[in-house]
């Protein structure tokens, strides 16, 4: 089984309508993170959270909002879909700041989203 | 604020040649660095990372990297592509906003 599983992995849907995302993780890690890939613009950060109480914004969080249930859970929502939200979306995780360890995301396969 | 940049969007060597991929970094202070690969329908996944010490990084696959300060800069390279490495290579930091800035990616193409 995947350490970052996410649901759906493939998602069509209209515009206006609400759409969640749903990420967990079996790596026991603090920090959860959620991203959206556009061909030719990376990777984009919409929100992160360092515990279940600290949820922050990310480059690209309007239209976005998220909820941390419990340590292996974070959730992305998308109150209104519209077109230009239609992407794929990644969630990852990733340890304590340690040397070692600091930037070094794990993530999960994805889910892509279509917003007709 | 931190940025990354890679220098083409598509790279294509002959099965067999040398893979040199881009990046080039903007940051106050030096970043940790880190490339990370994608393959076709997955995640991405961690090649190698740059945080302290010796310069020259290797990574899974005969990959590795040799962070410059002097060039702000941390390219990829291998010194002989095979079909597998066919993938979606991103270039990213990890500086004082405490994130993981991504650059725009480039996709390896290798030929037979």
């Known amino acids: 089984d995947a350490d970052v599983t996410q649901t759906p992995r493939n998602r069509i849907t209209k515009t206006g309508k609400r759409i969640m995302l749903e990420c967990s993780q079996t790596?026991?890690?603090?920090?959860m993170y959620w991203y959206r890939q556009d061909p030719g613009l990376g990777l984009r950060l919409i929100y992160y959270?360092?515990?279940?109480?600290?949820?922050n914004k990310g480059e690209i969080s309007d239209g976005y909002s998220v909820s941390r249930q419990a340590q292996a859970k974070f959730s992305l929502s998308l109150e209104s879909a519209i077109p230009n939200q239609t992407a794929l979306y990644f969630c990852?995780?990733?340890?304590?700041?340690?040397?070692?360890?600091?930037?070094?995301?794990?993530f999960g396969e994805g889910s892509r989203l279509t917003v007709l | 604020a931190q940025s990354v940049t890679q220098l083409g969007s598509h790279v294509s060597v002959s099965e067999g040649a040398l893979v040199l991929l881009r990046c080039n970094y903007s940051?106050?202070?030096?970043?940790?660095l880190f490339w990370y690969v994608q393959y076709p329908n997955q995640g991405l996944q961690l090649l190698l990372k740059y945080t302290t010490g010796a310069t020259l990084v290797k990574g899974i696959n005969g990959f590795e990297a040799e962070f410059k300060k002097s060039e702000t800069s941390f390219h990829l390279t291998k010194p002989s592509a095979h079909m597998s490495d066919a993938a979606e290579y991103f270039c990213?930091?990890?500086?004082?906003?405490?994130?993981?800035?991504f650059g725009s990616g480039t996709q390896l193409t290798v030929l037979p």
């Open positions: 990213a930091s990890w500086g004082s906003a405490r994130q993981l800035t």
């Open positions: 990852a995780t990733s340890g304590r700041d340690r040397d070692r360890n600091t930037g070094e995301l794990f």
């Open positions: 959270s360092f515990d279940v109480k600290d949820i």
């Open positions: 940051s106050s202070v030096p970043p940790y």
């Open positions: 790596k026991g890690h603090d920090r």
